[in-house]
């Protein structure tokens, strides 16, 4: 399992080449040149995020906690390409001073500089859209197996408690348009309903295929996109003997979205664009995420981009605390809903939380002007563990605590006195 998440880790960490990075930015109202200034930033952000980045947690006057995530510098850059893709604008950068971050092996640090923990974050995989159906008509339950694998993948990592709502999308999106409607609403009735502490979505921007192989078919099997024309020689047709054209390239582009299901909150989004040329057709049946498909030449390509989003996730969550629920209050007992299964021991100390009683959302200055950061928070007491089972732990709370209360294990390392 080490391994496995060290490799989706590595993944992430490497650059396109020595030192180059991609950024991605939505082409909108305000034209190619806002778009590329977005893109660039994003493109510099991912650098910093490579070369290492550092997570700090502080406690407000009022009892609150906030979370401050910093990058590492990175220095000149040069613009080596720049296209425009399905309404995003894409960049590659040449950043000369980004460093390549490495995990050694048994390190137990993520490329945030998070140390490990033992806690699992419980994280719901809801609908990933397809936004051209037309292109995965070769391929069967494609969202369906697409949240099965990122699943599998959370759970053997050791890290993760996550769970499927396999017709639930945790924001609205019509493919005419390019920008997806944010639900935050939604999102945290998602987390509560699936008792989870993040919400995961994402979009298929493009599957398409294009370009043109040629070889010679020998059979009457044509899949999705291919041509055949029958050579007109003695015994062809009853060979069924012919030229069969067949796509040469296909295209894999995923963008993830992750929330925090406390507030709605997007917490990041990031596209993974991919591209490979060969064997790209599927044969009719093929399942997708399946071993059939892995074998093929945009399977394979396909499984890598899928790591970069394990990765990207995994980026994300680890070094925000893990959080659970207080389900019920029974005198001095108190019930949260994470327990064996999440990493909870006897003994363990958690900080206690609620959200403050008539609290706005915490909004940004920037646009999109509804963006909201989070909801303001009010710290009102400790909770200690006394007994754990596999789906929630009973312990007792210095200070005031109701249903809905929230609590916390401390940033970055294990609570326990």
Not at 218 to 236: F, I, Y
Not at 356 to 368: A, W
């Amino acid at each position: 399992m080490q391994k496995l998440l060290l490799a989706i880790l590595t993944s992430l960490a490497l650059p396109l080449s020595a030192a180059q990075f991609e950024g991605v930015a939505p082409l909108g109202s305000a034209g190619v040149e806002a778009a590329r200034s977005e893109a660039i930033r994003d493109a510099l952000l991912n650098a910093g995020l490579a070369a290492g980045a550092s997570v700090r947690s502080n406690t407000t006057a009022q009892g609150g906690e906030q979370l401050e995530v910093r990058t590492a510098p990175v220095g000149e850059y040069r613009l080596l390409s720049e296209w425009e893709a399905n309404g995003f604008w894409h960049v590659k950068l040449d950043v000369q001073s980004a460093a390549v971050a490495v995990v050694p092996s048994g390190a137990g640090q993520s490329l945030s500089g998070c140390a490990a923990d033992r806690y699992r974050r419980k994280v719901l995989l809801t609908h990933f859209y397809v936004q051209q159906p037309g292109q995965v008509v070769d391929l069967m339950r494609v969202p369906e197996n697409l949240q099965a694998y990122l699943a599998r993948q959370l759970q053997d990592s050791g890290r993760y408690l996550p769970q499927q709502a396999a017709y639930q999308a945790a924001f609205q999106f019509n493919p005419r348009f390019v920008e997806p409607q944010q639900l935050p609403a939604r999102v945290h009735e998602l987390a509560v309903r699936y008792n989870t502490q993040f919400v995961v979505g994402g979009i298929i921007r493009d599957a398409g295929s294009s370009g043109q192989r040629v070889g010679v078919a020998a059979d009457g099997e044509l899949r999705e996109g291919e041509r055949k024309q029958v050579l007109n020689v003695p015994g062809a047709h009853f060979l069924r003997l012919g030229i069969k054209t067949s796509p040469k390239d296909r295209r894999f582009d995923i963008e993830t979205f992750v929330y925090d299901g406390i507030s709605g909150t997007l917490l990041s989004r990031q596209l993974f664009p991919g591209q490979v040329s060969g064997e790209v057709a599927q044969a009719e049946g093929t399942e997708f995420a399946g071993p059939r498909f892995f074998a093929t030449d945009y399977g394979r390509m396909v499984e890598q981009q899928l790591q970069q989003v394990l990765g990207q996730i995994d980026l994300s969550l680890r070094c925000l605390p893990m959080t659970a629920r207080v389900v019920r209050v029974e005198g001095k007992q108190v019930y949260v809903d994470a327990g064996g299964q999440s990493g909870l021991r006897p003994g363990d100390q958690l900080r206690l939380y609620r959200l403050q009683p008539g609290g706005l959302p915490v909004d940004t200055l920037s646009t999109p002007a509804d963006s909201a950061l989070g909801l303001p928070e009010l710290r009102s007491g400790t909770f200690l563990v006394a007994a754990v089972q596999p789906l929630f732990a009973v312990g007792t709370v210095e200070g005031s605590v109701q249903a809905g209360d929230y609590v916390r294990v401390d940033s970055g390392k294990e609570s326990r006195r």
